[in-house]
């Protein structure tokens, strides 16, 4: 990882398949882009096996245009649907266990830290909410209380998409699937609020129907976590499959969602906010000039 390392010796390149090419010179490696560009230059993820249609995949697609530095991010996920893109994307990606991501990611910062002292080596989680919530729980909620200095996005299809339709924690109450036909019995799981409990300094809720509004939320995310400690985004994913949604009908879901229990949440701490508002007056200063 690092711009070193994704460019070629000199004399080599010819020799690498085009989409690695393409990649070096219409990448987004090094360079600042623009989410509302996506589809106009070299994307991290291009293909991927989930299903036609899926918000998640369109998600995973965002996120990767929106990391402040993708040449020097690693990214961690674990079964689940989410980790059918992740491992496509041209940025590394580890597989932890189901309900290890957490734990994995720990222990990934704090080496990188130790190895890159000098160096912005950024950690992100991308995991299910059954991974994070359900069998993970206990490996999320430590990492946070241990104020492990990494960003977890929490794809949250409210289901168990993977493996057919399970209910998660995260299932809305009464909701009916395939594989719990009798009817959630309790409350979503209010992951936003446990994140501001156990202590993440940067904490969002969104529905991803303002693709500029997710570009913006998760750079701030990892850029808290690079120096202040765990960052946390919730965002609703919703599942074609499972939820009967048809293709040409997931803005409008994301958008009813969005209205009913996803309206935009946005918590910070007082440092993190001083930190945006310095970074942020200073992009405004360099646009402008030029
Ligand atoms: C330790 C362990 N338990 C169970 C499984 C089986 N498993 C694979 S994916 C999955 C559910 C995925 O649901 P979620 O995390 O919500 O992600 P989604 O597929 O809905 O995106 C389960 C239970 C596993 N791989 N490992
Ligand atoms: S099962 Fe659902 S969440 Fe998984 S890829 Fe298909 S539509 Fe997306």
């Not at 994307?43 to 249609?53: N, Q, T, V, W």
């Amino acid at each position: 990882m690092g711009l070193k390392y994704i460019q070629p010796a000199p004399g080599f390149k010819e020799y690498l398949p085009k989409d690695y090419v393409d990649l070096i010179d219409f990448g987004p490696f090094g360079k600042e882009v623009d989410v509302q560009y996506m589809g106009q230059y070299k994307e991290i993820l291009e293909e991927h096996p989930m299903c036609a249609g899926c918000w998640m995949a369109y998600f995973v697609r965002v996120f990767y245009a929106s990391l402040p530095n993708p040449e020097d991010t690693i990214v961690i996920g674990t079964a689940g649907c989410a980790r059918l893109a992740l491992s496509q994307a041209a940025v590394p990606f580890i597989y932890g266990n189901y309900g290890d991501t957490n734990a994995v990611a720990s222990g990934l910062t704090r080496a990188l830290n130790i190895r890159f002292p000098d160096k912005n080596k950024d950690v992100v989680v991308v995991a299910g909410d059954g991974g994070l919530m359900d069998i993970g729980f206990s490996m999320t909620l430590h990492s946070w209380f241990r104020k492990e200095k990494f960003t977890t996005i929490m794809v949250d299809n409210e289901v168990y998409g993977n493996t057919g339709g399970q209910e998660s924690g995260m299932s809305p109450k009464g909701v009916q699937l395939k594989m719990a036909p009798k009817g959630k019995k309790f409350e979503k799981i209010p992951a936003t609020e446990l994140a501001k409990l156990a202590g993440c300094v940067y904490v969002v809720k969104i529905a991803p129907t303002n693709i500029k509004r997710v570009a913006k939320v998760i750079k701030r995310a990892v850029l808290a976590a690079r120096h202040f400690g765990p960052t946390f985004i919730h965002a609703y994913t919703s599942c074609n499959i499972e939820y009967s949604i048809p293709t040409e009908e997931v803005l409008k879901d994301a958008r009813e969602r969005e209205k009913k229990d996803f309206g935009f949440e946005e918590y910070m701490t007082d440092e993190v906010r001083e930190y945006f508002e310095e970074i942020e007056k200073k992009e405004k200063e360099a646009k402008a000039k030029k």
